[in-house]
Each structure stands twice: as C-alpha cells, then as structure tokens.
C-alpha cells in the first residue's frame, strides 16, 4: 500500500536511502535527480513557494504511466527505504526484501516538482 505526505522540505530537497542514510551524491548543479550507490537527491518545488506532495509504494501501485526521470538501483542492507529531509527528519519510510532495491523516480515537472512519486521493486 503506498503513503503519502504533504512538506515543504528544507533547502527543497529529500533523501532517499537505508535508514542509515548511506553517502550522498556529491552535489552538482542543474540535474534535478542524483545518486550514488546508497542514495538518492531529489529536488522539488522552491520551499517558499509551497509544499511537495511525496508518495512512497511499491513500483506497479503508484506508476503513473510514464516514463520514470529516475530509474535505478539502491542498496538497502536493513531491508527498508526512506525518505527524509537534509535535516534527517523522516518523511515516508517502507521495508523492502532485499539488500539491493530498484527505485523509479517521477516527478510532475523537470526543474520544480510539486509532486514526487518514489516506487520501489
């Protein structure tokens, strides 16, 4: 079953990992959407300018029918995913069966989402 939750993240940015946050991708300028091996940046809509709609669940439940703007692998050694804020602050949080997770990414815009959908296999 997929959740949801409605914030305006700080910095409008969230962190897709293992509970233990994994390392960051090292931050570039203009893509939207970066990783590396333990996790994942995703941006957002500008903090001031209102919140973002976040959902979290499985791949074949919150597909939208489009092509994803994410599509790739995460380890995940405790068998869970979350999403959290660069403050840490847990957002959407779900177990998952394996040590290596596949993540899809979409969003509603290419530069200032105000909806991200985050489906796991």
Known sequence: ?????RVSPPNSIVFISDPNGGAAPYPVRGPLILSSPSCISVGCKMEQDGPTEFVLGRAHEVDPGSRPAFDGPL????HAVVVSTVDRELLLSDNVPTTRTRVRIWVNHPTEPDRVIVGLE
């Open 75 to 78: 380890e995940t050694p405790n």
């Open 1 to 5: 079953m997929s959740q949801s939750t």
